[in-house]
């Protein structure tokens, strides 16, 4: 009988393998730990350079590309059988190379087809090339091809580290990560723009948002997080809207005031960032991206911002109770220009356009104990204190025409105790865009959902 008792060496080896003699943990220093050695690593053919008396096959794998030479003689192979996709094992001595990726080149003396691409020519996009000189309508049609360029998979990469620093941060700070249904009864945000779906004879809906799920955990946990899809039926289409999106929440009780939240988001980005530039160099030179200073950010009240932008770039105040994309644009260049700062949180947003478990400003309740966070004059992030009494969120709701009948799960954990609290929602996919300076939020977006696109 036989068992497993865990994962086997293998006698392929990684590019960190070479570079740094197996302890991939370690710092990246330069040098060839596994120079003049003779190595097996697989990966896909990125591309094939014929240059007669010998060829690169430069081969992709999880870590980048690794340049293989290709001389006639040393290799018993046709080289004209192998096609860009085609997966293979190698075998070759390990030699230093600086013009090399990684600087260092694999001479080869073996290859092992693993799997052969079935199309006839050629792929539909030159993914070789060092950037995609094609339509992101194009890009997205083919995502499972486009995805396999060196710079598209780098966007990918820095999304995953960002997801990593939130986490680490979130931890660090003792919250706890939940996971909240995104097949729902109610709607969280109010309003249409919800997925309907037919439920064993029931109404449902997809997810808006963890709202009402996260504000419970936290009269279990006092802190929780989580990083989930969220869905949105607005027939949007723009370069900033998705109609599916992550979205990274926390939520925490005790707190003093909707500052708490503020002060622990500008944390969290100063940690995220500071992360990346260590553990996610390679992906952030390879896109250009200078990380942005968040060792403190400014703050503004949302009447003050409006009529600051108003008087600076004369422009008239056309809707008092919410803010217009250009509106935030604007807002973002005024701190830019007097503060430096790519980022600004925009606080006391009107009463009137927060949802209904906002809690008002008890000097003026006109205005609401929340804000958002503009990066780059974009809206990254929307957040603020929520009501935690029985009675003044369901006069809330009354005042709004709301039924609190339909909301009686909710209002369970304000009749049975809640401490004051309140949370946030970051969007990652516009976070990724702003912090990589792109133009649509599709491009830092795996598979987008918008009003045209369902597929792939």
């Not at 986490?167 to 009864?185: G, H, L, S, W």
Request: proline fraction near 4%; aromatic fraction near 10%.
């Amino acid at each position: 009988m036989e068992f497993i008792s865990g994962i086997k060496e293998k006698e392929t080896v990684s590019i960190y393998d070479i570079i740094l003699g197996g302890d991939a943990v370690g710092n990246r220093e330069t040098g060839i730990a596994m120079e003049s050695e003779t190595v097996r690593l697989n990966g896909a053919i990125h591309t094939i350079r014929d240059m007669s008396e010998f060829a690169f096959i430069v081969l992709r794998k999880q870590e980048g590309v690794v340049q293989c030479v290709f001389t006639e003689g040393s290799v018993s192979f046709d080289l004209k059988s192998l096609k860009e996709g085609a997966t293979v094992e190698v075998q070759g001595v390990v030699a230093k190379e600086d013009r090399a990726p990684n600087g260092f080149e694999i001479r080869l003396t073996d290859i092992k087809v693993l799997s052969m691409p079935s199309y006839d020519t050629m792929l539909p996009i030159p993914i070789s090339k060092w950037k995609l000189k094609t339509s992101l309508e194009t890009k997205l049609s083919l995502r499972p091809i486009s995805l396999r360029n060196i710079r598209e998979r780098a966007i990918f990469k820095i999304q995953e580290g960002i997801v990593r620093g939130f986490r680490d941060f979130m931890f660090e700070q003792k919250f706890t990560e939940v996971r909240t249904p995104k097949i729902v009864a109610g709607n969280a945000e109010g309003g249409a723009n919800v997925f309907k779906l037919e439920y064993f004879g029931k109404k449902a809906f997809l997810a808006q948002s963890p709202q009402f799920y996260k504000q419970t955990m936290v009269g279990v946990y006092d802190r929780v997080f989580e990083v989930a899809p969220v869905f949105r039926a607005e027939k949007h289409n723009t370069t900033r809207h998705l109609n599916e999106y992550t979205s990274m929440d926390f939520e925490m009780g005790y707190i003093d005031g909707f500052e708490d939240i503020m002060e622990m988001e500008q944390s969290m980005l100063d940690h995220t960032f500071k992360f990346l530039e260590k553990e996610y160099s390679k992906e952030l030179q390879i896109l250009g991206v200078k990380l942005p200073d968040v060792s403190k950010i400014p703050t503004v009240r949302f009447d003050e911002a409006k009529q600051l932008v108003s008087e600076k770039y004369d422009r008239k105040i056309k809707n008092p109770y919410d803010l217009e994309p250009e509106e935030e644009i604007l807002i973002g260049k005024y701190f830019s220009e007097e503060c430096g700062s790519d980022f600004v949180f925009v606080t006391h947003y009107p009463s009137k356009k927060r949802p209904f478990y906002a809690m008002d400003d008890p000097t003026d309740s006109k205005f609401t104990l929340s804000f958002d966070l503009l990066f780059k004059g974009m809206e990254i992030t929307t957040g603020g204190q929520r009501i935690h009494n029985y009675d003044e969120q369901v006069a809330k709701m009354v005042e709004r025409g709301m039924d609190p009948e339909d909301f009686t799960d909710y209002l369970m954990i304000h009749k049975y105790g809640m401490p004051p609290h309140g949370g946030l929602g970051i969007g990652l996919e516009r976070l990724t865009m702003r912090l990589l300076d792109e133009q649509n939020v599709r491009e830092t977006t795996l598979f987008p959902r918008d009003v045209s696109r369902l597929e792939p």
